[in-house]
Every structure is written in C-alpha cells, then in structure tokens.
C-alpha cells in the first residue's frame, strides 16, 4: 500500500531515529533558528518530568502567523496563561504553515514533538492518516466541550471512525466585497444583486464603463485561481466527487456552464477580468486597489481582508447562489493537532488552551481582530462580535456564510485533483480556452491520479 508523503517522510526518520538511539538528541529534530519570534527551538519539545499536582505544565505551540494574526495569537496565549497557573503555553513561531508542518514532521519522527500545533486540513487530514495525532474526545468529556456549537465546515476532515482529531481554531471563506456608492448611484439592490450569479451578472453589465473600447471600470473581479470557480460551481450544485469517492465529476454540465460563464465574461464581455502572476499575493492585493481605486466595482475576497478595506466605502456580502440553489461555498479551518507522542500531561494541558481559544467570546474577539471567522456558531450572536458589527457590519458577514458554507475539500490524492482544477482554471481565466476542453482535460488528469490512489488503498 502505497503511502501518503507525510507517512513516507515520518517512517523513513523514524527508521534514522531508531538507529542512532542512545546517541544524544536525535537527528533530523526541526529547529527554529532565525524564525522571528520564537521562545523555544523547535523541535525540541519540553521534555520535562511528569509534573506534580503544583506544577506547571508547559506546552509548546508551533505556529506560522506572522503581522497582526501573529501578535494577535501572542496577545491570546499571555492571556491564557496569566489567567491561571496550570498551564504555560510557550509560543515558537514558524515562518509559515507549510514550514510549520514539515519541521512537524521531523520532530515527530525524531519522537520529540510540541504538544500542539496549528496546520493547514490537508496536512492535518495526512497526520492523522499517518497515526500520530491523539484523538481529543476523553480530553473534551472531561471539559464537557461543545462539539455540536462547532462549524461543521471545519470539523469533518477531523473526524474518523467516530473519533476527533482536530480542533478548528478559525476559519477562512471568500465574501463578496463591493462598492456601496456605485451601487447606490446606478440603483443596484445588493439584496438582489447578490441573490444569484446571473443578478450579479447583470449588476456587472451595469456597472462596466467602456471609453473608446477601453474598459476604464469593470463591473466585476473575480480572485486569480480555481477558488472563486469552485464556490460558484458548489453553489449551483456541483460536486467534485461522486458520493462513492471513485469518480472525478469535474466536467459535467454543471461544471461547464459555471466556467464558461467566467470565461465569456472574462474574455468575450469584459464586464469582469483577473489580475494573475507577479510575485507573493501582488495579484490579490491589485485585485483590492482596483475596487478601493474605483477601477472595480466589486470583487471575491478573503474574509481576512477586512483588515485591508475602507469600509466607509465597501460593503460585503454573502457569495450568490446559481439559479435557484442556495449559496454553498467552501469554508475552510485551520486545524490545532496534538501530537500522539506528547505525554498524557501535556495533551491534557494543550486542550486546555484549545478549549480556552475556541470559547465563543474569545473566537469572536479573535474574528474582530483579524476578519477570520470564528469556530463557534454562538459566537455569531455573541455581544463581541454583536458590538463590533454595530460600527462595520461587514464583520458579520463571514460568519452568516459559515451557516451556508460546503465542508473544505480533501483531496484524496496527494493534491493532484487540486493541481488540475488550478491548471483548467487558468486555462479558462487567463487563456481564455473554453470550459468544456479545460476541464475535460483535467478530469482525465485527476481520475487518473484518483484510480492510482484507489487501487494504492486497495493494496494492488
């Protein structure tokens, strides 16, 4: 059976790790030298005694936040552990997600891991695959935890075999984002505009200005990438997989159409264009100028953007509908993992701090911070969250979708269905080449890379 790449990679450092036992601190253990900000090194979890009842336990929490979602994580973790002594969570700072998961990887082959860390679903969903993630229900019964006033959207790639294995400690979803003036000089109702993609589409027409064939405001602009496509074709009623998980669905009619009418938009209308390319998030940061600008009326964003907007000239809203179906775009969490290999005291101790974050107060304070959603559906009516909206009503709006929202997609194939749906929708975006062919081209690509995962699974 052929293994994922975090399996290989934690199996071939285990094997290293066993044979240099007894040698001192074992080889291939991550480290943190030059990542800003961190308190501890890396890799070396805290290895200290079982701790008596006075004792403090401390736990390492590995992270890759950095601007205001970094020192807001800082600013919650000293709260924490002034509020009581049981517990010290010792922050160490990762440059980024993916660095946070590699160097997680070599600690936990290396049998020296923190005792919580913060990973993308993907990453988490291969962990947990990889048996080295500590199911949390015993340490949650014991904290009474609220499971069922958590998003479903972002506990489901947790979940196996009616256990839990992850915690969401906030969420991410693309709202729509537009100019309140211009929608009020030329009479466009959001309510109705943002009712389904063809209102939308006809607000897009209306908005557009054309100068001697050149377009000098465009109604509006979708984000570089296959995201944006993939919430519309989900909200028309698309899937990405049959309900058996053997067939790629990518390009049937629905699909089709969804794109197609991005592309006709795109490259035939003009009522909507992308930026693409450039270096790091140059592209989505022109993307916001054009609407902030008055090049744009509106556009697809992060509900983390709002630290980024004038809201005395944007507004927000929920993504459309297709037609009659009901919005359903994708929402995804980024998932807290306790590592199997950390000692009974310190998983207990790093649920603590997870049950302290995801309190509904707190995970709405943290959405007011930063614009990321909460975890908890209470914390939507909660009087942080409620207080804030009564200045920036957009604040809201995240967590409305969130009820709305399609669980994030797992991609069972090591990320090649995913690299497919990124090529088709450049092809269709940037290229201008029909939907149909685009994805055609990419559901023989990802059934491919599906079958070979199957027939993997199966042992053959």
């Excluded at 919650?76 to 969570?89: G, L, P, T």
């Excluded at 015993?138 to 947790?158: L, R, S």
């Excluded at 304070?365 to 209470?378: A, C, D, H, N, Q």
């Amino acid at each position: 059976m052929k293994r994922s790449r975090i399996c290989l990679l934690i199996l071939a450092l285990l094997t290293v790790s066993c044979g240099q036992a007894g040698t001192g601190a074992p080889q291939g253990a991550a480290t943190s030298a030059g990542d800003p900000g961190a308190k501890a090194t890396a890799g070396q979890g805290v290895q200290a005694a079982a701790p008596s009842n006075k004792e403090t336990v401390k736990v390492e929490f590995w992270f890759g936040l950095g601007g205001k979602l970094g020192e807001t994580a800082q600013d919650f973790i000293k709260r924490f552990n002034a509020s009581q002594d049981e517990v010290e969570v010792v922050p160490v700072v990762q440059p980024d997600y993916s660095t946070t998961e590699t160097k997680l990887q070599a600690a936990i082959a290396a049998r020296r891991p923190p005792a919580l860390a913060l990973v993308g679903s993907g990453a988490a969903d291969q962990f947990i695959e990889a048996g080295v993630v500590e199911p949390l229900d015993d340490m949650a019964a014991k904290t009474n935890f609220a499971w069922d006033d958590v998003a479903p959207a972002f506990t489901a790639v947790g979940e196996r075999d009616g256990k839990r294995y992850t915690m969401p400690m906030y969420g991410t979803t693309q709202v729509m984002y537009y100019r309140k003036d211009f929608f009020k000089q030329l009479e466009i109702d959001p309510n109705e505009a943002f009712k389904n993609w063809q209102n939308l589409d006809e607000a897009a027409r209306k908005c557009t200005v054309k100068k001697a064939g050149e377009v000098t405001r465009y109604g509006w602009e979708p984000m570089w990438g296959s995201d944006n496509l993939i919430d519309a074709t989900l909200s028309a009623g698309g899937k990405i997989l049959s309900d058996d998980g053997k067939k790629v669905l990518i390009n049937d009619p629905t699909w089709i159409e969804v794109w197609d009418l991005f592309r006709k938009r795109i490259h035939e209308d003009k009522t909507m264009r992308i930026h693409y390319g450039g270096e790091g998030w140059a592209y989505w940061y022109k993307t916001i100028d054009d609407v902030m600008q008055g090049r744009a009326c509106g556009y697809v964003g992060s509900s983390g953007d709002q630290g980024d907007l004038d809201f005395s000239k944007i507004a927000a809203h929920i993504q459309p509908g297709w037609e009659d179906h009901p919005p359903a775009p994708g929402a995804g969490g980024l998932q807290a993992i306790i590592p199997a290999a950390a000692s009974p005291e310190q998983q207990e101790a790093a649920f603590k701090f997870l049950a302290f974050w995801t309190q509904p107060e707190v995970t709405a304070e943290w959405s007011v911070k930063t614009g990321y959603m909460p975890v908890r559906l209470s914390a939507i009516k909660s009087p942080v969250l409620q207080e804030a909206a009564k200045k920036r009503p957009a604040i809201l709006v995240p967590p409305q979708q969130l009820e709305l929202a399609s669980p994030e997609f797992i991609d069972p194939t090591d990320g090649k269905i995913d690299d497919a749906l990124a090529k088709a929708a450049d092809k269709v975006e940037i290229e201008g080449v029909p939907a149909e062919q685009a994805l055609n081209e990419a559901q023989k690509e990802a059934q491919a890379a599906l079958d070979r995962a199957l027939a993997d699974k199966d042992g053959k």
